[in-house]
């Protein structure tokens, strides 16, 4: 995987390439991530995440549409059922729209999924200022800084 490749398609052998961490600034807890491949033509990318039981992605806001494909495990989107979200549960796919607030992500079993993303993530504090925008070619630099 590579930036100057994404105009002529990639390919990755997943079992060959090794996890990184996810940066405790977009996270709590254990969660690991292969960047797959990144789409500046369409401001995007797609990554798998392995997300361990009581990890939580940081809150943020989707500028684009998303998909995800729940692997393994189960994941809380928007605090899960119990508090008005939803539930997914392996095997679960999902399309999301453009805007959607995540403010609660959790994984309360060790989890995995496929998550391919348009648009930037707006992650936000407590006050909804933003504190990382990351796109494209933020998540590359993350990939390449982690590994
Ligand atoms: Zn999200």
């Given at each position: 995987m590579s930036e100057a490749n994404s105009m002529k398609g990639d390919y990755v052998q997943m079992d060959e390439v090794g996890w990184a961490q996810f940066p405790a600034h977009l996270c709590k807890g254990d969660i690991?991530?292969?960047?797959?491949?990144?789409?500046?033509?369409?401001?995007?990318?797609?990554?798998?995440?392995?997300?361990?039981?009581?990890?939580?992605?940081?809150?943020?806001?989707?500028?684009?549409?998303?998909?995800?494909?729940?692997?393994?495990?189960?994941?809380?989107?928007?605090?899960?059922?119990?508090?008005?979200?939803?539930?997914a549960v392996a095997p679960g796919y999902a399309y999301e729209v453009c805007d959607v607030h995540h403010d609660h992500t959790e994984f309360d079993e060790d989890s995995e999924l496929l998550m391919i993303v348009y648009g930037a993530l707006n992650y936000v504090d407590d006050e909804g200022n933003t504190t990382a925008l990351i796109g494209p070619s933020q998540m590359l630099d993350l990939w390449n800084a982690s590994r």
């Amino acid at each position: 995987m590579s930036e100057a490749n994404s105009m002529k398609g990639d390919y990755v052998q997943m079992d060959e390439v090794g996890w990184a961490q996810f940066p405790a600034h977009l996270c709590k807890g254990d969660i690991k991530f292969k960047l797959l491949h990144v789409s500046p033509e369409r401001g995007g990318w797609t990554a798998i995440y392995s997300c361990k039981a009581g990890s939580s992605f940081l809150p943020h806001i989707h500028l684009g549409p998303s998909e995800y494909f729940l692997l393994k495990g189960r994941m809380q989107v928007r605090g899960g059922e119990a508090a008005g979200g939803a539930t997914a549960v392996a095997p679960g796919y999902a399309y999301e729209v453009c805007d959607v607030h995540h403010d609660h992500t959790e994984f309360d079993e060790d989890s995995e999924l496929l998550m391919i993303v348009y648009g930037a993530l707006n992650y936000v504090d407590d006050e909804g200022n933003t504190t990382a925008l990351i796109g494209p070619s933020q998540m590359l630099d993350l990939w390449n800084a982690s590994r």
